[in-house]
């Protein structure tokens, strides 16, 4: 049973940093596409960041510079770095899997930068 778990949220003053973790069981991380996303109140779920198998990255225009995502094949754990942290960050942010058949997703952890 594959189980996706977030943490390191928590609150944040403005140009401060954070960093998430998203903690995989039941499946090799290396082998598969994660990403981070998140959203805020009243907005639509958007992509933060993602990572390939083969160590491709993404972000999204938002965070570009400021975020980086990363992985760690022993803690079979994904990383996201955020620095410069803005109130705008401000969301809850998702773990998520892309499997052969499906994707799997954390339970989110909340992010919140204060001015």
């Known amino acids: 049973q594959v189980q996706l778990v977030e943490s390191g949220g928590g609150l944040v003053q403005a140009g401060g940093s954070l960093r998430l973790s998203c903690a995989a069981s039941g499946i090799i991380v290396s082998r598969t596409a994660m990403g981070w996303f998140r959203q805020a109140p009243g907005k639509q779920r958007e992509l933060v960041a993602g990572?390939?198998?083969?160590?491709?990255?993404n972000y999204g225009d938002s965070v570009k510079g400021r975020f980086t995502i990363s992985r760690d094949n022993l803690e079979n754990t994904v990383y996201l770095q955020m620095n410069s942290l803005k109130p705008e960050d401000t969301a809850v942010y998702y773990c998520r899997l892309s499997g052969v058949a499906r994707e799997y997703w954390g339970q989110g952890t909340q992010v919140t930068v204060s001015s």
């Open positions: 990572i390939t198998s083969n160590g491709f990255t």
